[in-house]
């Protein structure tokens, strides 16, 4: 059975400090990887998708970036983190639809 | 450009009570459309989607959903619900199944189910 990790579980940041949020995905080859951001009490937002390594695209611009330098694993970061990063932050894989982590959730003091 | 919304921002019944949740969609073209849940604090889990074939489509825990293209909607139910059924509830959209589809969610419905 496929399983997927995000680390940390939770971060505490300063603004304008950096951002490194990890992804894992155990148990199946090649898979696509997503990278979704949820405000508190808000809708998700798709950021950025990945079917191969070192291949990521771009779906919505938040000063964020992604980058996957392994099959199993998806990152997240920034060098700058503002206010309005703070949210739950939520990794997915697919083999058509998507099954999603359990999520980060960042808050930036 | 496709879009999802869930009229219901709240929504609350009686353990044992039937509900339906909420979703419509407007896109043009061939369409995905899923339900998803989310527990407090917790990722989403897939319960049910629908491409073609039968508008009533079966989920896990006794979810169904059926499809209207006339109405343009995607509505959730639930013959008798439990209290670990409180949840938020999105619905979501993509024009396709491929990687790299954007998946458009609505604004979530809460249910609570009160005891």
Redesign the interface.
Known sequence: AQTIHQWPVAEIKAVGSPLSLGCTIKGKSSPNLYWYWQATGGTLQQLFYSITVGQVESVVQLNLSASRPKDDQFILSTEKLLLSHSGFYLCAWSPAEQFFGPGTRLTVL | TQTVSQSDAHVTVFEGDSVELRCNYSYGGSIYL?W?IQHH??????LL?YYSGNPVVQGVNGFEAEFSKSDSSFHLRKASVHWSDSAVY?CAVSSN?N?????T????TRLTVRP
């Open positions: 899923s998803y604090g917790r990722g989403l889990q897939f989607k999105f199944n990687a790299g589809a954007k998946l969610f609505g604004g979530g």
